[in-house]
T-cell receptor
Framework: SQKIEQNSEALNIQEGKTATLTCNYT??????LQWYRQDPGRGPVFLLL?????KEKRKERLKVTFDTTLKQSLFHITASQPADSATYLC????????????FGSGTRLQVQP | GAVVSQHPSWVICKSGTSVKIECRSL??????MFWYRQFPKQSLMLMAT?????????EQGVEKDKFLINHASLTLSTLTVTSAHPEDSSFYIC???????????FGSGTRLTVV
């Protein structure tokens, strides 16, 4: 069965460091993969989308990589700030016509000042 | 950007009553709306997919008679939790797709507490 794995343990880092979050998937052939941020009591907010033919995507302090051989995406936040503290969700998307997103369990990031 | 407005943001109701949650797409037409449920410290679980003008498609294990979904227009989808029980207490979120490049946009969620 399809599975999306994110580190369920919280990631604690110091302000200014780079946070790296991992998303592994099995039994998927995603056409693209999305990353979302979710704050407590709020809906997810779209951050980045990376396609299968893209190795890396950047947006300001965010960087996403996509390795279809390893079946893994890495999400990096450079120069992290306490305001980056949130849960980050990944969602691989296949082109099967099924339009809903399936999310990993999410990784909670805590950036200490 | 595309916005989905979800109301109410929180609601407390008595066991046995019904609660309606609304999601409106403010600046785009949402032919499809997805409804998710999220329990504490868990990820979002898809409950159903609603399509404008047709019946919703429910995920396995989701009672369609309990969670009534209506998508009567291109800008409004509603989820009604009927005869709510404490185990229905959860965080309900709607979502719509806004083209491939922009990902999906989500409502702000509704915290339902059934007492």
């Amino acid at each position: 069965s399809q599975k999306i794995e994110q580190n369920s343990e919280a990631l604690n880092i110091q302000e200014g460091k780079t946070a790296t979050l991992t998303c592994n998937y099995t039994n998927y052939s995603p056409a693209y993969l999305q990353w979302y941020r979710q704050d407590p009591g709020r809906g997810p907010v779209f951050l980045l989308l990376i396609r299968e033919n893209e190795k890396e995507k950047r947006k300001e302090r965010l960087k996403v990589t996509f390795d279809t051989t390893l079946k893994q995406s890495l999400f990096h936040i450079t120069a992290s700030q306490p305001a980056d503290s949130a849960t980050y969700l990944c969602a691989p998307v296949t082109d099967t016509g099924r339009r809903a997103l399936t999310f990993g369990s999410g990784t909670r990031l805590q950036v200490q000042p | 950007g595309a916005v989905v407005s979800q109301h109410p943001s929180w609601v407390i109701c008595k066991s046995g009553t019904s609660v309606k949650i609304e999601c409106r797409s403010l600046d785009f037409q949402a032919t499809t709306m997805f409804w998710y449920r999220q329990f504490p410290k868990q990820s979002l679980m898809l409950m159903a997919t609603s399509n404008e003008g047709s019946k919703a498609t429910y995920e396995q294990g989701v009672e369609k008679d309990k969670f009534l979904i209506n998508h009567a227009s291109l800008t409004l989808s509603t989820l009604t939790v009927t005869s709510a029980h404490p185990e229905d207490s959860s965080f309900y979120i709607c979502s719509a797709r806004v083209g491939d490049s922009y990902g999906y946009t989500f409502g702000s969620g509704t915290r339902l507490t059934v007492v």
